[in-house]
């Protein structure tokens, strides 16, 4: 570091500033900024400008922070490729803005063209910035420390004093201590010349090189990620494969081939929940009790799902996401024929799981004339009946189940082509069944009872109770290389704030009296007080293996030995 001056240095001054700045060169491989610098003429000249902004430190900030500020978006507006349905109902909702969202393409942020442009600009400035300097750094590296300046007095952290030891001798003792301390250390002229602290410049390379490999894992893992979830009844499996989930989406680069071969069946779902207390009803164990195979011929083995643990299987994971009940229901003709067996999954409405769902009869089924028709059967569900709580149940588990069941007939509308949803019934076309009285037919079941439909239209028989557990399988590839890249990041920058990089001189030489003169100086890639104590540090050591030696003059006194907490030098830059 030299201190500046208004004017222009000259002749010894002007040397003294030069050895100043060699002294400091190559403490950091960073780039120096260069964006007042004036464009030669030309393509030529335009283009290496462009290319200096694009990898500036200042440019790369930009870009995060721009990248930072689109994430925003993409977090506050639906996104359809995560949910269709809320973008839907958005565009339904907001029919001015909507349009202006499209064209913006806020809809789907991470895949529009201003926010890859801005990943890809980014990547090319880390890119550009990373390889010169990694390049300098290993020439750094293979070169020497630089040799002493010719006024060390000019350094931030000086001290001297006077020793009868030879020069020679205080040189070897200097550049042993140098080397026991791990400087980086050789004898340079009259001086030792040492350096250390470069765990520094590693960190900072080695964190910038995370970002690129961060950058490539998350851009990996969205072109071949899949996500799909499936919802299982206790008894039944899933298969691996497009045709099995109940939804799924991908990756643009995709494809089902990728998915891994593997299948799985729900054994057992357990839930417990806090019985007494102000917590009563909060759910303490959630888990699935799995077997599952891989590959087409491969063997069963056990395993248990729990929120947070997920079965890993190749770079598959499976997920427990929900859970709930359903229903085992059985309906019956006229004649006593099942015409429909089968557990019914209802979808949960509060903690309580309070369950609501429709059993949808459309083959098989005829009424008492004999003409063939279908039942859609609206199904409410209380895990815990409690008598006067009929609308809701009063705790999540298994205590007291019963199922209330409303009953119609009719044409289902399944055969119009218009989707229907499976927990949701189109009563359009159909009639509901009457009792005696004339009223709407209402009953509630428990496990083993029947309702028996007029006019010997059949039966309804609820069986029992299974349930169900519902999985997210995600299948996204790189995910170990974008951990392992944040880990990097966090030590590489953790390294580059707490390791200092600095330089140390030691000269000995003889002076006009014949005693030798001992002059120690520091310097550091910034200001810090660690350059200063750790100069005095090392001076107090090796002061005890050349001790100071008498001042001329009058006064026989000893030469006090140098401070242990070094100072700077007066006149260096503060």
Not at 89 to 106: I, M, N, S
Not at 116 to 124: D, E, G, R, T
Request: with cysteine; hydrophobic share 40%.
């Amino acid at each position: 570091m030299s201190k500046t001056t208004p004017s222009v240095p000259t002749g010894a001054a002007a040397s003294d500033e030069q050895e100043l700045g060699a002294a400091g060169s190559q403490l950091s491989t960073a780039p120096a900024d260069s964006l007042a610098t004036v464009p030669g003429l030309g393509v030529i000249g335009w283009t290496r400008w462009f290319w200096r902004q694009l990898t500036s430190m200042r440019v790369a900030l930009l870009l995060l922070l721009l990248l930072a500020l689109g994430a925003i978006p993409g977090s506050l507006i639906p996104q359809s490729g995560t949910d269709e349905t809320k973008v839907a109902d958005f565009r339904e909702a907001h029919g001015t803005l909507a349009p202006v969202y499209d064209r913006l393409g806020l809809f789907h942020v991470y895949s529009s063209v201003w926010f890859s442009a801005v990943y890809i600009l980014l990547f090319v400035s880390l890119i550009g910035c990373i390889v010169p300097r990694t390049w300098q750094f290993v020439g750094q590296l293979r070169s020497r420390p630089p040799g002493a300046p010719r006024r060390l007095t000019r350094l931030p952290a000086y001290t001297t004093w006077r020793t009868a030891a030879e020069p020679e001798q205080v040189r070897e003792a200097a550049l042993a201590l140098l080397k026991k301390r791990r400087f980086r250390s050789h004898v340079a002229g009259d001086a030792v010349a040492a350096e250390k602290g470069y765990a520094r410049e590693v960190g900072n390379l080695a964190f910038h090189i995370a970002l690129i490999v961060m950058l490539v894992a998350f851009a990996w893992g969205q072109l071949y990620k899949a996500e799909g979830n499936k919802l299982v009844v206790e008894g039944s499996g899933f298969s691996n494969t497009l045709t099995q989930y109940n939804d799924f989406k991908s990756g643009s680069l995709f494809s089902t081939d990728d998915l891994n071969p593997f299948s799985f069946r729900l054994d057992k779902f357990t839930g417990t929940y806090e019985t007494s207390g102000p917590n009563t009803g909060t759910p303490r164990t959630y888990q699935a009790a799995l077997t599952y195979s891989v590959g087409a011929y491969g063997k069963d083995e056990k395993t248990v799902v729990k929120v947070n643990h997920p079965l890993e299987i190749a770079d598959s994971k499976v997920y427990l996401t929900a859970h709930g009940y359903a229903p085992v229901i059985t309906v019956r003709d006229g004649k006593g024929n099942v015409v429909y067996s089968d557990a019914v999954p209802l979808l949960p409405l509060d903690s309580n799981v309070t369950s609501t769902g429709v059993v949808k009869v459309l083959d098989g089924y005829r009424d008492p004339k004999g003409v063939a028709e279908q039942l859609g059967i609206s199904a409410f569900f209380l895990p815990t009946y409690t008598k006067g709580m009929e609308t809701a149940s009063t705790f999540p588990a298994l205590g007291n189940p019963v199922l209330n069941l409303t009953p119609y007939h009719g044409d289902l509308g399944v055969d119009s082509g218009i989707p229907q949803s499976v927990y949701q019934l189109d009563k359009t076309h159909m009639k509901a069944f009457k009792d005696a009285k004339g009223a709407q037919l209402r009953g509630n079941l428990k496990p083993g009872e029947t309702m028996t439909l007029p006019g010997g239209a059949g039966t309804v028989t609820y069986e029992g109770t299974k349930q169900w557990a519902n999985f997210q399988v995600t299948q996204q590839p790189a995910s170990g290389w974008a951990l392992t890249g944040a880990l990097a990041a966090i030590f590489g920058l953790a390294g580059s704030l707490f390791i200092q990089r600095r330089r140390v001189w030691v000269r000995a030489v003889k002076g006009d009296d014949g005693v030798t003169v001992v002059e120690m100086a520091g310097l550091g890639r910034s200001e810090s007080a660690k350059v200063p104590e750790e100069l005095g540090e090392l001076a107090g050591i090796l002061y005890d293996q050349a001790p100071g030696a008498a001042d001329p003059g009058p006064s026989d006194s000893p030469d006090p030995s140098p401070d242990p907490q070094a100072v700077p030098a007066e006149g260096a830059e503060k």
